[in-house]
């Protein structure tokens, strides 16, 4: 064999990732290489013992948005952003979830507010985006 061969991936057992601290590691992994169905088989039963975990919940809503769950992805981005306002993440996804469903004067506010904590330039972008639908004349 030579070295220019592809590594094998590493083989996901849900059961042995179930504990919520490995769940995690190997959802995002999942995540992170456009797993989301695979990741959410992690997550639901690490969530399972540890509602409240934030972490887990952002993976989940993470998940949900790259599955087109949108109705799923607000119910955890909402209850993220109530626990942590000062998330730019959770304030940036909620947005964009809101704006998925062409609900722009919604999504606004968790946009401009993720846009002036994080100052990324995509954020910026997402809140001209959704400004000029609602304002197509402007």
Not at 99 to 113: G, I, K, N, T, W
């Amino acid at each position: 064999m030579n070295d220019e061969m592809l590594p094998v991936p590493r083989i996901v057992f849900p059961e042995m990732a179930a504990a919520p601290e490995s769940a995690y590691r190997t959802a995002f992994d999942l995540l992170a290489n456009r797993a989301p169905k695979e990741a959410l088989e992690l997550v639901e039963p690490a969530l399972e013992q540890e509602p409240d975990n934030t972490g887990l919940l952002t993976l989940r809503a993470w998940a949900y948005l790259m599955r087109a769950q949108l109705q799923r992805a607000e119910s955890d981005l909402e209850r993220l952003v109530a626990d942590n306002p000062t998330d730019d993440w959770s304030q940036h996804a909620l947005g964009r979830c809101l704006e998925r469903q062409s609900r722009y004067a919604e999504a606004l506010p968790h946009l401009r507010l993720a846009a002036a904590m994080s100052g990324d330039p995509d954020h910026g972008l997402a809140v001209l985006r959704v400004e000029q639908r609602l304002n197509p004349e402007g």
